[in-house]
Structure formats: C-alpha cells, structure tokens
C-alpha cells in the first residue's frame, strides 16, 4: 500500500452519501489528475522546457501518431476548439509541428511532427515517466492495472450517449 493511505473504502463506502468528500472516486481522482500535472509542470520548468501540460499531452498524442487530426487532439487534450487552436499555434510557433490538410476533408487539419519536434520526444517522454514512477511506487502492477480498468469503466459509464 502507498504511503500515507487510507484504508481502501468498498462499493457500498463510496455510495453512501454522507462519505467524506475527501474521500470520494470523484474526488480522489481530480486530485491525482492535479498532482500528476503539478509533478510534471515542476519537471518540465526544472528541465528548462516552457512547454505547457496540455501542450505537453499533445506533443505525448503525436509522438504515439504523427499525423492525427487536429479535431482527434481536442478530444485528447481535453479542449474546445479555440483552445486547441491557440495551443498548436503555439507548437508551430516553437516549430514542433505543422499543420497540413487532411486530403479527405481540407476543412480538418492534421498536425505533424517537424524534425525539432521529433527530437524533443527524447527529453520530454522521460520526464514523464519519471512523474509516472514516483506515482505508482510501491504499487504492484496488477493493482495498477485493476485501477486503470476501473477508471476506464467509469469514463464510459460517464460518457454521453452520442459517443462511443
């Protein structure tokens, strides 16, 4: 078990109204998603690297699969459109990635990596991991996956009807 926690709570635990806020799925997980992006912002700065979180996510979704659409890394990156748009102006700024049209659709652009873009998986993935490895330290690996099928489950429980 990690350090510092709690006695793991059941089912009927999380159900029930009255539970401590601090205490909930909902909340425990916000508060993870918080502390992995403060851990890698503190990374990224102590590297010397501007790059934002979500910029960094979007970089991570290219680096898995250059050439994605522009509207696929909204989706990733957990932003609307003008957002989105803003970011990758940005990443074309610093010249990570071009944007070109998508031949099926022009009214969609796909983004791609440049040279320099490529090259900065090498220094930021690892920065990453580290964030990663001081996350999950001293949990077993099929706990780790127990979680991440949990989570998985709960984001489609969530997810609107109109998406898949």
């Known amino acids: 078990m990690a350090k510092n926690a709690p006695p793991t709570s059941t089912r009927t635990d999380q159900l029930r109204p009255e539970l401590e806020l601090t205490r909930t799925i909902g909340y425990l997980s916000a508060r993870v998603g918080q502390a992995f992006q403060r851990s ?14 979500e910029e960094w996510r979007l970089m991570r979704a290219l680096w898995a699969e250059d050439g994605l659409p522009q509207a696929r890394l909204g989706d990733i990156a957990l932003k609307d459109k003008g957002q989105l748009s ?51 330290q001293g949990l077993p690996e099929a706990q780790l996956a127990a979680a991440v099928s949990a989570l998985e489950a709960m984001l489609s429980n969530l997810a609107p009807e109109d998406e898949p």
């Open 40 to 53: 890698l912002l503190i990374k990224l700065r102590e590297a010397g690297f501007s790059i934002t979180v």
């Open 86 to 136: 803003r970011m990758v102006s940005r990443l074309e700024a610093e010249g990570w990635v071009q944007r070109r049209p998508d031949p099926a659709d022009r009214r969609t652009p796909r983004l791609f990596l440049t040279p320099a873009g490529r090259r900065l998986e090498a220094k930021l993935v690892p920065l990453g991991g580290a964030v990663r490895a001081q996350a999950v």
